[in-house]
């Protein structure tokens, strides 16, 4: 069947011709409607019967064909648009490649040296306040037990553990001040270090997908003449065309 037939391109009651895709359309459905006809479950009886079916079954096949050639057709303005646009957009916000990217991706090394390198000052502050209040808090602690039955002597004593308490206030602080706002972020970058341990943990985790990717591949393999893959049967079946 092809849209040479009149009907297919007037509208009911030999009215105004279809718009392409109203056409195309009701020429499918009015072949599906046959088919399901014919698709009732039961076996081809007659070789009447298997004409009839192949005629209609090419039909199929070639309005589909043209209505995949109608799509295309209808959809090509906007993808020309759609290029036209992305072809003026990439070279300056491509995901990799556009300006934008490749000039963060340089101040972005930079940055991260230097904040890196600011970070690793204030952390080594940090660790040399901590140090201090814990100097402190141990010699006022041993000052407070040498103090005992002396009252000027546990006077100092209070002295130096309220100067261990301020520095251990200053050292959590600087603590906090270099761990935070420092412009960095925190990634975990993973590799594979045992290929056959990673394999085994990852099919534990998706079996199916990995089953689906292996048949893929065996597939394709089948596709360019292969017929005997470990794992898999390879089975001729003839199907209509």
């Known amino acids: 069947m092809t849209t040479d037939n009149p009907r297919i391109h007037m509208g009911a009651n030999g009215g105004p011709p279809l718009d392409p895709f109203l056409a195309i359309k009701q020429e499918i459905e009015g072949l599906f409607e046959e088919a399901k006809n014919f698709a009732d479950g039961e076996p081809i009886s007659n070789a009447e019967m298997a004409e009839a079916m192949t005629t209609l079954y090419d039909s199929l096949h070639d309005a589909g064909k043209r209505a995949d050639e109608l799509r295309v057709a209808e959809k090509k303005p906007l993808d020309e648009q759609i290029k036209a646009i992305q072809d003026r957009f990439n070279p300056l916000i491509q995901a990799g490649?556009?300006?934008?990217?490749?000039?963060?991706?340089?101040?972005?090394?930079?940055?991260?040296?230097?904040?890196?390198?600011?970070?690793?000052?204030?952390?080594?502050?940090?660790?040399?306040?901590?140090?201090?209040?814990?100097?402190?808090?141990?010699?006022?602690?041993?000052?407070?037990?040498?103090?005992?039955?002396?009252l000027e002597e546990r006077e100092r004593?209070?002295?130096?553990?309220?100067?261990?308490?301020?520095?251990?206030?200053w050292a959590s602080r600087a603590e906090r001040k270099a761990t935070t706002g420092t412009g960095l972020r925190t990634t975990w970058v993973t590799t594979v270090e045992d290929p056959d341990a990673a394999l085994d943990w990852a099919f534990g985790k998706a079996p199916d997908q990995f089953l689906a990717l292996a048949l893929s591949l065996a597939e394709a393999e089948v596709r360019v003449g292969k017929r005997k893959i470990a794992g898999f049967t390879i089975e001729e079946r003839k199907v209509a065309t």
Do not use: C, F, H, M
């Open 157 to 169: 004593a209070e002295l130096l553990l309220q100067d261990a308490k301020d520095a251990d206030k």
């Open 97 to 150: 490649k556009g300006k934008v990217a490749l000039g963060k991706q340089a101040l972005g090394e930079l940055l991260t040296a230097w904040r890196l390198e600011q970070t690793r000052k204030a952390e080594a502050a940090a660790a040399a306040k901590r140090e201090e209040a814990e100097r402190l808090a141990a010699a006022a602690q041993a000052a407070i037990r040498a103090s005992a039955g002396n």
